[in-house]
């Protein structure tokens, strides 16, 4: 591999690490709001779709709001009738975000070692 491919490399490489990081910080902050914050606090600030807002067509996202704040409450049911796909992508941050925390503390072990 020349130098130039191996640059672009450790590039690209960078560029996914800081994605994950805000999609994974993300992720952390919606699993939060979603176990610890009030349905009507929330409710209150989130935006109305603009699908239906405009279009007054459900999107694939509609009412996953509310089913978040259902999985929070351990209300499964009612979250996979407002959203069938709310629960998969519940686990899918939840997962994301154990692997996010575990990585960033092997990392600062690592980091305090060298040290």
């Given at each position: ?41 929330v ?6 779709c ?14 996953m ?15 996979y009738?407002?959203?069938r ?16 925390i ?14």
């Open positions: 591999m020349n130098p130039h491919s191996q640059i672009a490399l450790k590039e690209v490489k960078q560029a996914f690490k800081i994605i994950w990081w805000i999609f994974s910080i993300a992720g952390l902050i919606i699993v939060f709001v979603s176990v610890f914050l009030k349905h009507d606090l409710l209150s600030i989130s935006p109305t603009m699908s239906m807002k405009y279009f007054n067509k459900e999107c694939i996202l509609c009412g709001t509310r089913a978040f704040l259902e999985i929070g409450d351990l209300r499964l049911a009612l979250a009738q407002l959203n796909g709310s629960i998969i992508l519940f686990l899918l941050f939840c997962v994301n975000s154990i692997v996010f575990t990585f960033g503390f092997i990392n600062s072990i690592r980091y305090t070692k060298k040290l």
